[in-house]
Every structure is written in structure tokens, then in C-alpha cells.
């Protein structure tokens, strides 16, 4: 594992309080959902200044994940529950620091959470991203070299093309095991098929593995779709819904409590699930059987993407 290379010092995260001409809060300070919005009780983001009153505000400074993957907890209590995961080279807006940890949000989707702050470096420009399920990182240019690290699918980071390899600040990557950051891939369920076998993990997006919405956000963004990360959030924002009795098609969300699933075809999941501890698909009338004696309702909704 590479080390973070620059100290982030509290100095470095600007208290901004907004210009008291420009700044006016009219009405009542609204409620927003945490997860997505950088508010707590010391201290909000700079852009909802104008939305909600706080005693301070910071304007965010952008870094990248220098690790393979990073969990983004809830608190910094012990123990405290790993709502989402930083893969390599995505970007975190800093708003605060502690000794150990930063707070602030996701670029990708801007979720709220702390982060250990020795994961984190100045901002890189990516211009390559892994393809692989897991692209070893050699010393040298040569396959037989050692392998100083490994990043999972969808890491992003800055290289160069030297023959075969991609040089970049930790070794190098074989070519073949990534592609250029703004390519997109063009089916998103294939994308997601390719997860099939990785462990389930609780806030996982595919570093040692991933969860059911995490499934549904990295497939589609590695399509070019930015999508939010909990399955409450996704159910009301992807796509259209679909009347009960509309046959299933591939790509077609089905939404459980608490979980979300892809159908590669009529008649089979695919999901990251507690069940089976991994990625799996199976077919949607046993995973209906199976929630039917815990819910009345085991399908909340059925959502498809149309464009």
C-alpha cells in the first residue's frame, strides 16, 4: 500500500463564513438529509449557505484516495459502521480535520461521512481507470516484477504509456488492465455481471467487496450515469417505474426493503446479498419466497432505465 503523501492540516480547510451582504436565510432553516447533504452541529458546507443556518461554514477542499479503498464511516466512534466506500483516485471535499480523521463528502455522490485522513493526498487528474476485478501494480514494467500493490475495478489514476504498461506515481499497470478515465462502458449490466463471486460487504463499492447498492452505483457509473448510493435514494431517482404487471427485461431494477437487485434477464437477479455473502444471481422467485415470510410487500418497486 502507498502512503499519503501531504499532510492535511485544519489550517488548510478554509473557515468561510459567507459575506453577510450577499448572505440572506429567508424563512425557516430547512431539514435535509444528511447522508447527502455536509451539515452538522458545529459546522455545514459552504454551498448551503443560504439553505440552513450553522454557526460555521467551510468551503471544501478537494482530495484524492490514495489507497485502494477506504471505508467512509458515520462517526469516528470505534466500531462505528462503514456507510460507503472511496475507491483509489476518487475525489473526498474535505470541510474538516481532526487529528485522525476528515470529514466532508463524496464527489461522485456526495456522500457524507469521515475518512481516515492518511488515506487521503492532493487531488490527482486521473486519466486512466482499472477494468480489471483487481489490477496487480508492479515495481517495474515487467510482468514478472513485484507487485507493490493491487487496485480494484474502477480505481482511477494519473499515468503515461510506456509500451505494454502504464507508468504512474506507485509502478505500473498493465494496459490491459484499465482503459482511459472519460471511456465509458457501454452495457452496464455486463459491467455489473463482472462482480459476480466478490464477497458481500456492508458499504462495499468493489474494494474487498460490495453491497447491493453499491453494485447498482459502480456499474452504472462506469456506464457515465451518477446515481446516489442507498437503495431508498435510488429507488425514487433511476429510471421510470414500471406497472406490476409489466414483463421484466434485462437491466430492470427490482427494489426490496432495504435492497436492490438487476435483472439479467426475465427471470433472474443479480445482486451483492447477505443471504449468499457475495454476488450472485439466482432466479427472482426464490429471492421472493425467501422475503415473502419477512414482508408483506417483499417487491416495493420496479424501476427501468430508458434512456
Not at 456492508?202 to 446516489?228: E, F, I, N, T, Y
Amino acid at each position: 500500500m502507498t502512503e499519503a503523501k501531504t499532510d492535511i492540516r485544519k489550517t488548510d480547510i478554509q473557515d468561510a463564513q459567507p459575506d453577510p451582504i450577499r448572505f440572506r436565510l429567508h424563512g425557516r432553516s430547512v431539514t435535509l438529509d444528511k447522508r447527502i447533504h455536509a451539515v452538522r452541529g458545529d459546522l455545514a458546507d459552504l454551498a448551503l449557505a443560504g439553505v440552513l443556518f450553522s454557526a460555521h461554514y467551510a468551503r471544501a477542499v478537494e482530495m484524492s484516495c490514495v489507497m485502494p479503498g477506504a471505508g467512509v464511516r458515520a462517526t469516528t466512534a470505534p466500531g462505528a459502521e462503514t456507510v460507503t466506500q472511496l475507491l483509489r483516485g476518487e475525489i473526498f471535499h474535505v470541510l474538516d480535520v481532526t487529528a485522525e480523521w476528515a470529514w466532508g463528502f463524496c464527489h461522485h455522490d456526495g456522500y457524507v461521512g469521515y475518512v481516515q485522513r492518511d488515506v487521503l493526498d492532493l487531488r490527482e487528474e486521473a486519466t486512466h481507470r482499472i477494468t480489471a476485478h483487481m489490477a496487480p501494480v508492479f515495481a517495474e514494467a515487467n510482468i514478472k516484477a513485484r507487485i507493490v500493490d493491487c487496485w480494484p475495478r474502477g480505481s482511477l489514476f494519473p499515468a503515461t504509456v510506456e509500451g505494454d504498461f502504464l507508468a504512474c506515481p506507485e509502478g505500473f499497470v498493465h494496459i490491459r488492465h484499465a482503459c482511459d478515465a472519460q471511456q465509458m462502458q457501454t452495457d452496464w449490466v455486463s459491467t455489473a455481471a463482472s462482480y459476480i463471486g466478490q464477497p458481500y460487504v456492508w458499504g462495499g463499492r468493489g474494494h474487498l467487496g460490495v453491497d447491493c447498492s453499491g453494485l447498482v452505483q459502480v456499474a452504472l457509473g462506469q456506464a457515465g450515469r451518477k446515481v446516489p448510493r442507498d437503495t431508498d435514494l435510488q429507488r425514487e431517482s433511476i429510471g421510470v417505474q414500471l406497472p406490476e404487471d409489466a414483463p421484466l427485461q434485462r437491466g430492470d431494477l427490482l427494489f426490496f426493503p432495504g435492497h436492490v437487485g438487476i435483472m439479467v434477464d426475465s427471470d433472474s437477479l443479480l445482486h451483492a446479498n447477505a443471504h449468499w455473502m457475495g454476488t450472485v444471481v439466482e432466479p427472482l422467485a426464490d429471492v421472493i419466497a425467501r422475503l415473502a415470510p419477512l414482508h408483506a410487500q417483499p417487491v416495493l418497486a420496479r424501476r427501468r432505465i430508458t434512456a
